[in-house]
């Protein structure tokens, strides 16, 4: 079953992200990344599953659930399986994206707010910016009611310096696209400053549509999150949490294409 839920290549890439912990008699970390992995497709509260999903302890499973995303090993796991990635020249950096998509929350918490296309029932979005082939390399969670714009420029600096085939790490891409939501006069001269190339809808000027031979790639990354049932809707009332399970979706994502 651990073998199934955690694939034995993407275990060592966790053991050198996760921290160490104290010995317990309940079991060690790959049971707890074995919890994890067998909630993932749940749909239901990380603490309304049951303690016989975790093996000997769910709340150990829990608290080392909690540790490790204070600690954002999920966030590490993502960028080293992105290193995988850019290692074997997977990742194309000559045309990027960036997409947002609303997450209905059933409690209230940090990181939630009313969302104003959805009657003010309080959710929570995800931001999102994938390269050329769809593949995320940053990620970011607010309030539903933070306006798209304001994440662009916190998710372009969030993307990691990632190994590339030859040469330096890369972190900027070539080439930035997004709707009119990001039609902004300061935001077009902050790209244009980082020496990226901007491809934003106009309002009032041009159809969101047209940038759609392009933008697909991302909309189905977004589609892919949106199935996640641990995504579906957010059943989680503390910050860290929400992130951590968008952060090991983004993983499983990276991980399918480096274990093709």
Known sequence: MVERLVPDELWVLFQRVVPEAPSRTQGGGRLAGTAIGKCWPRSCSWQQLPTASFGPSGATADRRFTEWSKARVWAKLHRLVLDELGSRGELDWSRCAIESVNMRALKKGDLTGPNPVDRGKFGSKIHLITERTGLPLSVAI??????????????VRGIPAIRSRRGRRRRKPGELHADKGYDYVHLRRWLRGRGITHRIARKGIESSQRLGRHRWTIERT?????????LHRRYERKAEHFPAFTSIACTLICYRRLAK
């Open 142 to 155: 607010s309030g539903a009611n933070l306006h798209d714009s304001h994440a662009l420029e916190p998710l």
């Open 222 to 230: 977004m589609a892919w999150l949106a199935g996640c049932r641990r």
